[in-house]
C-alpha cells in the first residue's frame, strides 16, 4: 500500500506566474482535499475532489482550480502568483462516505519571489 | 463558521513531564474532533480523534476528551519523550456531507519541545 505523494517537493515561482502541484492518493482513496498552510500557521482548506467532482471550497479566489483524474490523483493549480501564495501545500487522501482517516503527503514548499 | 483555538506555543517541558495542550472550537452541528501532529520536515499524522460529545481519543500514550459543554478538546499526556518534539495541531471536521471526507478546519499549531 503506496502513501500520499506529492511533487516537486519544492518550487520557486516568480510573481504572475503559474504554478501546477500534484498528488497521488494513496491507493484505494477516492477523495482528495488540498491545504494550504503559511508558515508558523495550521493548514487552511482550499478544496476537496471526491469521485473526479470537486466537493468543496474554502475561502480562495477562483484563480486556485483543481482538477481529479480517474485514477483519483489530482493536481492544484494557481494562476497569476502572489507573494501571499508562499506556503506549504498539502494533499490529503481519504475514502469517501464518512469520518474516515485523511492520509497526508509531505506537501509542495511553494516560494514565489 | 466553524473555527479552532488552540494555546500558543512553543511549549518548553523536561522529560517526563505532564503535558496539556488547551483547544476549543466554535462548530455548528455536531463535529468531530482531532489531533494532528507534524515532525519537522513531515507532513501531518493522525495522532488521535473523538467523533462524539464524551468521546475520549487515545494513541502512542496522548489522550483527549471530546467535551461539548466547554467546547473543548485537549491533548494531555503523563510524561512526554524527547521523541514527542514536533507541532500539534487539533482540527475539527464539520463532518462528510453527500459524500466525500473530512473537511478539515485548523488551529495554528502548538510546538512542543521535549528537552533531558
Known amino acids: 500500500e503506496t502513501g500520499v505523494t506529492q511533487s516537486p517537493t519544492h518550487l520557486i515561482k516568480t510573481r504572475g506566474q503559474q504554478v501546477t502541484l500534484r498528488c497521488s492518493s494513496q491507493?484505494?482513496?477516492?477523495?482528495v482535499s488540498w491545504y494550504q498552510q503559511a508558515l508558523g500557521q495550521g493548514p487552511q482548506f482550499i478544496f476537496q475532489?471526491?469521485?473526479?467532482?470537486?466537493?468543496g471550497r474554502g475561502n480562495f479566489p477562483p484563480r486556485f482550480s483543481g482538477l481529479q483524474f480517474p485514477n483519483y490523483s489530482s493536481e492544484l493549480n494557481v494562476n497569476a502568483l502572489e507573494l501571499d501564495d508562499s506556503a506549504l501545500y498539502l494533499c490529503?487522501?481519504?475514502?469517501?462516505?464518512?469520518?474516515?482517516?485523511?492520509?497526508f503527503g509531505q506537501g509542495t514548499r511553494l516560494t514565489v519571489v | 463558521g466553524n473555527s479552532v483555538t488552540q494555546m500558543e506555543g512553543p511549549v518548553t517541558l523536561s522529560e517526563e513531564a505532564f503535558l496539556t495542550i488547551n483547544c476549543t472550537y466554535t462548530?455548528?452541528?455536531?463535529?468531530?474532533l482531532f489531533w494532528y501532529v507534524q515532525y519537522p520536515g513531515e507532513g501531518l499524522q493522525l495522532l488521535l480523534k473523538?467523533?462524539?460529545?464524551?468521546d475520549k481519543g487515545s494513541n502512542k500514550g496522548f489522550e483527549a476528551t471530546y467535551r461539548k459543554e466547554t467546547t473543548s478538546f485537549h491533548l494531555e499526556k503523563g510524561s512526554v519523550q524527547v521523541s514527542d518534539s514536533a507541532v500539534y495541531f487539533c482540527?475539527?471536521?464539520?463532518?462528510?456531507?453527500?459524500?466525500?471526507?473530512?473537511?478539515?478546519?485548523f488551529g495554528t499549531g502548538t510546538q512542543l519541545k521535549v528537552e533531558l
Open positions: 490529503a487522501s481519504s475514502l469517501g462516505q464518512g469520518n474516515t482517516e485523511a492520509f
Open positions: 491507493s484505494g482513496h477516492n477523495t
Open positions: 475532489y471526491y469521485r473526479e467532482e470537486e466537493n
Open positions: 462548530a455548528t452541528g455536531y463535529p468531530s
Open positions: 473523538a467523533t462524539k460529545a464524551d
Open positions: 482540527a475539527l471536521s464539520d463532518g462528510a456531507a453527500q459524500g466525500g471526507g473530512n473537511k478539515l478546519t
